[in-house]
T-cell receptor, first 114, second 114 residues
Framework: AQSVAQPEDQVNVAEGNPLTVKCTYS??????LFWYVQYPNRGLQFLLK??????LVKGSYGFEAEFNKSQTSFHLKKPSALVSDSALYFC????????????FGDGTTLTVKP | ETGVTQTPRHLVMGMTNKKSLKCEQH?????MYWYKQSAKKPLELMFV???????ENNSVPSRFSPECPNSSHLFLHLHTLQPEDSALYLC?????????????FGSGTQLSVL
């Protein structure tokens, strides 16, 4: 079975400060990890994914995430937050035993204040 | 714009009505999905189609009936729904039904069952 935990319902940061949105996972096989963002009244948009290779993955809009196998984590980061980054962020995981069936976390609401 | 279009954007229906949700993608993808997004709950995978064949039905009540007439179109037929079925219904597609494939989501249909 696979699962994802996003321990924070809400993250608040000031514009210009670094941000981190946390994600931990559990899978049977090798993990495939994703981050998606959802703006109000919209569907989810893909930000980045980890498949294999470099543990630091760079994605859209200046976001990056670091895969940490020993801590089973895949935290989303950005060096300098923008007000327009305010949205709902979802971490998702799948593995090679469960093709095409990603499991999503509960989501974390990021608020960036000017 | 993700290339996945859902109609209608909003739907209000009574418990005895019959309605259908439509999803269309022109990305040349071979896999399509229906997800349910309820407040305070993680995304729930409802149905998966790969090459127009249903490959997943996650214990969804029979009042939800999917249809995939071709690789570009996906429908969700609704009948005798319950108020707890009120949610945002998201359609997604991916190149293949594989664990490393990212999902492209539509903007969703916000369904209210009275």
């Amino acid at each position: 079975a696979q699962s994802v935990a996003q321990p924070e319902d809400q993250v608040n940061v000031a514009e210009g400060n670094p941000l981190t949105v946390k994600c931990t996972y559990s899978v049977s096989g090798n993990p495939y990890l994703f981050w998606y963002v959802q703006y109000p009244n919209r569907g989810l948009q893909f930000l980045l994914k980890y498949i294999t290779g470099d543990n630091l993955v760079k994605g859209s809009y200046g976001f990056e995430a670091e895969f940490n196998k020993s801590q089973t984590s895949f935290h989303l980061k950005k060096p300098s937050a923008l007000v327009s980054d305010s949205a709902l962020y979802f971490c998702a995981v799948s593995d090679n035993t469960n093709a095409g069936k990603s499991t999503f976390g509960d989501g974390t609401t990021l608020t960036v204040k000017p | 714009e993700t290339g996945v279009t859902q109609t209608p954007r909003h739907l209000v229906m009574g418990m005895t009505n019959k309605k259908s949700l439509k999803c269309e993608q022109h990305l040349g993808h071979n896999a399509m999905y229906w997800y349910k997004q309820s407040a305070k709950k993680p995304l729930e995978l409802m149905f998966v189609y790969s090459l127009e064949e249903r490959v997943e039905n996650n214990s969804v009540p029979s009042r939800f009936s999917p249809e995939c007439p071709n690789s570009s179109h996906l429908f969700l037929h609704l009948h005798t729904l319950q108020p707890e079925d009120s949610a945002l219904y998201l359609c997604a597609s991916s190149q293949e039904m594989a664990p490393n494939e990212k999902l492209f989501f539509g903007s969703g249909t916000q369904l209210s069952v009275l």
